[in-house]
C-alpha cells in the first residue's frame, strides 16, 4: 500500500495563507487533495494526474494552487486569501487507476492522516 503522510496544516486569519505538503512512499499515477468540514461531505479540491496536468474544483477559483514533485513523490497545495469556510481536514489521496472523475473521493484507495486547517475572521 502507498502511505501518504500532510503537513503543513495550522491556523492562520483570513486572508492568511498557507502551504500543505503530502509525502507518498512510492509513486502512483494520481495524488488530489480533499478537504472535510464537520458535519460535510468529504470534497475533492485538486488533483494532478500524468495525462490530465491539474484538475481544480470551482470553489477554488485561483485562491489555491497545487503542484507536484514527481522527484520527492510529493503534492504540495499553497493555499492563498483562506477564507473562515476554508476551515476543515484536509487530506491527501492517492491511486494506481486511470479515471475520469478524478476529485471524486470514491476513486481514490490511498489516503493520508489529513491535517488540520483553521481559519479565524
Known amino acids: 500500500p502507498v502511505q501518504l503522510v500532510e503537513s503543513g496544516g495550522g491556523s492562520v486569519q483570513a486572508g492568511g495563507s498557507l502551504r500543505l505538503s503530502c509525502a507518498a512512499s512510492?509513486?502512483?499515477?494520481?495524488m488530489a487533495w480533499f478537504r472535510q468540514a464537520p458535519g460535510k461531505e468529504r470534497e475533492g479540491i485538486a488533483a494532478?494526474?500524468?495525462?490530465?496536468?491539474?484538475t481544480y474544483a470551482d470553489f477554488v477559483k485561483g485562491r489555491f494552487t497545487s503542484s507536484r514533485d514527481n522527484d520527492k513523490n510529493t503534492l504540495y497545495l499553497q493555499m492563498n486569501t483562506l477564507k473562515p469556510e476554508d476551515t476543515a481536514m484536509y487530506y491527501c489521496?492517492?491511486?494506481?487507476?486511470?479515471?475520469?472523475?478524478?476529485?471524486?473521493?470514491?476513486?481514490?484507495?490511498?489516503w493520508g492522516q489529513g491535517t488540520q486547517v483553521t481559519v479565524s475572521s
Open positions: 494532478i494526474d500524468f495525462y490530465r496536468g491539474t
Open positions: 512510492q509513486s502512483t499515477h494520481r
Open positions: 489521496a492517492a491511486d494506481f487507476r486511470f479515471m475520469s472523475a478524478v476529485l471524486d473521493a470514491a476513486n481514490y484507495n490511498f
